[in-house]
């Protein structure tokens, strides 16, 4: 029988989320409080007074060659929607840190890029802030039909 690799994902973590959200992440609390939610799929776990809230996002990746710290830096925006339907607009984006600056998945990024973000928010009733994280989902690499059948693979099931 001939088989073919799987194709996998990688996530690359996105780093400064504590500067651009606030140490206690207190950005994410006041787009919720003026009426903004992440949107994205969400799933939570609430075990033992901790809470977790997973989001499977879109987000943005956005080149910064005027950033004075790295002129190769590259932005992670995460997509937030309206709760009423008053509000205009009714998406926004909004930064949530940056693609770590030794990251390789960085020279891919030449232009605004739409991206897939996992998110993971965590409260705890012992802590008064929450802990926020993300990672950038990569695509795997664009191979034609062509390419991808020379890496086929003959398995023995006997």
Not at 7 to 16: F, Q, S
Not at 81 to 107: C, E, F, N, Q, W
Not at 128 to 144: C, E, Q, R, Y
């Amino acid at each position: 029988m001939k088989i073919y690799p799987w194709l996998d994902c990688t996530a690359v973590a996105v780093v400064g989320t504590r500067y651009a959200l606030g140490e206690g992440n207190e950005v994410l609390d006041q787009l919720e409080d003026a009426g903004w939610v992440i949107d994205a799929k969400e799933s939570s776990d609430i075990r033992s007074e901790i809470y977790q809230y997973v989001y499977h996002a879109e987000g943005m990746l956005l080149p910064e060659p005027e950033n004075p710290a790295d002129p190769k830096a590259v932005a992670v925006y995460l997509k937030f929607k309206a709760t009423k339907k008053s509000m205009r607009p009714h998406r926004i984006a909004v930064k949530i840190g940056y693609l770590p600056r030794d990251s390789d998945y960085k020279a891919k990024i030449k232009r605004a890029t739409l991206v897939k973000i996992h998110c993971l928010d965590t409260y705890s009733d012992a802590n008064p802030g929450h802990d926020f994280s993300a990672s950038v989902m990569d695509s795997p690499l664009k191979l034609t039909s062509g390419e991808y059948k020379k890496h086929a693979m003959e398995l023995d099931l006997e």
